[in-house]
């Protein structure tokens, strides 16, 4: 088990991760208590299908490649900010999530659910064909200017979604966006959706 807990305000609360895991795959516990940050920076990180998740702190991706393919449950604010998470695990549910640079990666056969907000200002959201779905209860806000890639993947939007970045959304390859019964989805701004990356694009 990896623990990153918040010290005193003259201390270091953050634990940054850099360089190649050891080779193998980690199936303890990463647990960031409130207040606390855990940042991947560069190498190759893989936590396996019995590893866990765990705290309100903050996780964020800021290089390299996390693995995941366990089914998180966790409260932690998950961010990927110049890296790439790829999540592969079944039943994932997310209470925070947040795009602003880099990939977020949904692996073929990958369902995850954000039950709070998601917010995706920047960076690319593709993936092997796995589903990210936000919960009735929860929120989509694409936001910004940069454009981004939205391909292999399937977004659900079962809460209340808002698009008010005026961006170019690159889409195909079986990209799907789908506004499920009960969600909404709010377009306020003059952005494109436009097909360039192959194969079709459903709406």
């Known amino acids: 088990m990896l623990r990153v807990a918040p010290l005193p305000a003259s201390s270091l609360d953050s634990l940054r991760l850099a360089g190649n895991a050891p080779p193998g795959t980690s199936d303890g ?6 207040g606390a940050t855990a940042n991947f920076l560069a190498g190759v990180h893989s936590y396996g299908p019995t590893s866990t998740w765990t705290g309100a702190g903050t996780i964020t991706v800021a290089g390299g ?23 592969s695990g079944t039943g994932t549910t997310l209470q925070s999530l947040a795009l602003s640079n880099g990939t977020l990666n949904l692996a073929a056969g990958a369902d995850a659910t954000v ?34 890639t939205f391909i292999n993947t399937v977004l659900e939007v079962g809460g209340t979604g808002v698009w008010s970045g005026a961006f170019a959304m690159n889409a195909g390859t079986a990209a799907t966006l789908r506004v499920l019964p009960g969600g909404s989805l ?10 360039n990356q192959g194969g079709a694009v459903t709406l």
Request: without cysteine; charged residues 5%.
């Open 115 to 148: 039950g709070g907000a998601f917010t995706w200002s920047s960076g690319n959201l593709t993936g092997g064909g796995g589903t990210l779905r936000i919960a009735p209860a929860g929120t989509l806000a694409l936001t910004g200017t940069a454009s981004r």
């Open 29 to 34: 516990t990463l647990a960031v208590a409130a």
């Open 186 to 195: 709010d377009l306020q701004a003059d952005a494109g959706l436009t097909y």
């Open 65 to 87: 490649t996390v693995t995941v393919a366990a089914p998180l449950a966790t409260a932690s604010v998950v961010s990927v900010d110049g890296g790439t998470l790829v999540l």
